[in-house]
């Protein structure tokens, strides 16, 4: 099998994805005054935001590097879908400051949301486009049918249109989203305990 | 063959080029309403040139990904070629956002072509300064002639001349570069096909 | 054993790391004069700060390294242990600037040690998840009982408490963990040595 | 040997790299009017203090390279002067946007000279911490007398002394040491190439 070895892939994005999560702090403005109540009054939102869209990103990494841990080869296409993906979560910034500022209104959370959407679609294209390479096999055995990743999907769309009759209503299934998510998922351990029984390299 | 290994001269590209990917997110102003009309009117053309640059240096990464996994070894001259394009690429978001301000008028369409061409004709030497390394020896098999790199360069130099004309119509060929690599280059993951027939370390 | 290999959560750690230790030189204002004196009046706290934060960010970095010598394989609680002490290092940028641009007023001094303080836990409960990995039984014979990680949380404890007093004094105890941390530590490198004693690839 | 490998300094040190060489462009404000004229008055100054500390900076990452290819092993006092070195660089883009901002005022270009020669004197310190380690045998053979890195530090005082006279005369030898870095120095290589003579694994 002599197709690309998937380790510069997680290297680009492991760089993207370090600079998405660590550049929405510099949206996080000083506040005014010195005072809690100051840092309260200023910052409180851009705070808790912050947090959300930096698990989001967390959850994004730490699914790429379950994922790739099963991948070691890739191809053409592998690529473009994985910068796909890259593209929809680089826009977290632009999204998340807008919602932001604008103190949770409507039109900013459905964007939010939309963006949320198009990155969980990217996603799930993603994994698609390796299925269905030659080189990964045990792919479907390790990962099944997926289903928290289509759940996401579904979870988002309820969340935009929840923001239409209330926008904190909407945000609900989005948080729901991300605490589904960080319940540890051990398939992929498994999957690697299974195979390396015997200790090849003991390092 | 003692030549110095390609893969850091790999890192700190994927490093330069995820920064450069993700940076131009901060360019993105939030729109000053709160409604999608306000949306579109302050934002949707640093989008489409957002995703037009965030295309374009996909590209890049992708042909430079694929380019070294032909080179194992690298000299001090494709060093420098490499940062030479870097460069170019690094400048991205300065001519982006000038056009973008401005609405896509003329002088700022033509520098961006220049930037883009700049660019071609750096990635064009890079290719040139690999292909006279001793190492390199199934360069010229894998990759041919590179009509595509030589036809870019005619096609932002064709862009540049519309701009003259009209600034729109200049674009268009800048975005016809674009499409033209989008369509999968299959040559590489052939050769690496062919070489590896055997499997020697199954992952 | 089959677990995950450590590296990609090195390889993600460095970025996050070098963006933050990076980003702040963002934050350094230039002088609005061009003579020394507007130098000093406009940016020697700002440099100050500056190094400070960068010989904590750099103490973390140098700690990482040693950590993950000694532990070639994580699991999903680790990544997400990780990520947690990653995103309380992430708020260095914003509390140094706040304290920064204040002079060093009450509120932000104490809440720049609290983010100290966060990010000492976090690193503790990151070092206590390695330690029930079945895969690291080296660990406590080399690190054992880790007593700075300990000591640094007792000390900028005690940090805020004299905020409470003069926030100049606070600062004290804030640089005495970074000394403290920068007497080298030997033990990471004598267990490697001791491991290795026979050479095994010689590079 | 069973010191600490140098591959993680190399990989944290790209991160840092990639992003001050990229950062600075961050600095590059849009001209304010939409002409060729505008773009000159409002940015050629920028543009080329932007390029002569990316060519800065883009010698020291081809420095550092080439210094690790000889370095296999590292310890916690070669992380610590990696990390001052490092933290010279990312002043760089402060030191450059202040000269840049005063146009070439007196003061301003002085302090770029410090910046300059403190980078200097830490890598000549990283390179006296490597050379002490007792697995770096094969380094003095290689590097020499490093009379180029002493030259430097020469170049930049007396750039600094003629800053007194007039700034722009300053900045000649700042120019100068940056064109003598540029000669392609083929030590390493040739060292190389005469260490693995006889191919080992073929890549």
Redesign the interface.
């Known amino acids: 099998?002599?197709?690309?070895k998937s380790s510069?892939?997680?290297?680009?994005s492991?760089?993207?994805?370090?600079?998405?999560?660590?550049?929405m702090?510099?949206e996080?403005h000083?506040?005014h005054g010195?005072?809690?109540s100051s840092?309260w009054d200023d910052a409180h939102l851009s705070l808790l935001t912050y947090?959300l869209s930096?698990v989001y990103v967390?959850i994004y990494?730490?699914n790429h590097?379950?994922l790739?841990?099963v991948v070691?080869?890739v191809?053409?296409?592998v690529?473009?879908a994985n910068?796909h993906l890259?593209?929809w979560l680089?826009?977290y910034?632009?999204t998340t400051?807008?919602m932001d500022?604008?103190a949770l209104?409507?039109?900013?959370t459905i964007?939010f949301g939309v963006n949320l959407i198009g990155a969980a679609i990217a996603y799930w294209l993603l994994v698609t486009t390796i299925r269905r390479l030659p080189t990964s096999g045990h792919f479907d055995e390790v990962f099944g049918a997926d289903w928290k990743g289509r759940l996401s999907i579904v979870f988002y769309a309820v969340g935009i249109g929840l923001c239409f009759v209330e926008p904190w209503l909407g945000v609900l299934p989005y948080v729901a989203v991300a605490l589904m998510w960080?319940i540890?998922?051990?398939r992929?351990?498994r999957w690697?305990?299974?195979?390396?029984?015997v200790?090849t390299v003991?390092?």
Do not use: K
């Open positions: 099998m002599g197709a690309m510069r892939l997680e290297a680009f492991d760089g993207v994805l370090a600079i998405i999560i660590t550049i702090v510099l996080l000083q506040p010195e005072t809690f840092l947090l930096f967390g990494w730490s590097h379950h790739f841990q070691p080869h191809d053409g296409a690529l473009w910068l890259l593209f680089s826009l910034p632009f400051g807008w500022e604008t209104a409507r039109t900013p964007v960080l540890p998922d051990r992929v351990e690697l305990q299974e195979r390396d029984q200790p003991a390092p």
